[in-house]
């Protein structure tokens, strides 16, 4: 490959790299990712819980993280990427969805359908499962 001034590839090299290299769908990732999803949860509804009543939009909002992520794991379909990418997309076509101990209903819907845009943009791109952090953006 031959590099321009100051060692850089020129765009068109650039973008022969970026073609290349299409990761490939790892299904044992994403169950890793969605478990590790539903402990961090847990932990934030743990702490919303014990902060008391001015902290129930965090426990609310971890309630849809866990649900989405359980309901995706449990699923069976994490080994491919287009049959995941369905269920995602059945979920987001429902209307309502039953989650016990919530302080609030329509809070959550909109909480689950944000966390399934999001996974659904991460099955999409096929990045971001490996970031296993607690926090996430």
């Known amino acids: 490959m031959r590099l321009l001034a100051f060692g850089y590839p020129s765009r068109t090299q650039t973008e022969s790299i970026m ?3 299409p990761k490939a769908w790892n299904g044992e990732l ?4 969605l478990e590790s999803r539903v402990d961090a949860a847990r932990v934030e509804q743990a702490a919303a ?4 009543y001015e902290a129930q939009d965090d426990y609310d909002k971890a309630a849809a993280e866990e649900w989405v992520c359980r309901t995706l794991k449990t699923a069976g379909c994490t080994h491919d990427q287009v049959a995941f990418a ?8 429902k ?12 809070r959550v819907e909109r909480y689950i359908r944000a966390n399934l845009r999001k996974i659904a943009k991460m099955t999409k791109a096929n990045e971001g499962f490996a970031n296993k952090l607690r926090y996430q953006r």
């Open 19 to 21: 073609s290349e290299t």
């Open 30 to 33: 994403i169950l890793e990712w």
């Open 49 to 52: 819980d014990r902060r008391g």
């Open 86 to 93: 369905a269920q995602i997309k059945e979920l987001l076509a």
């Open 95 to 106: 209307d309502e969805y039953r989650i016990t101990g919530i302080y609030d209903d329509r």
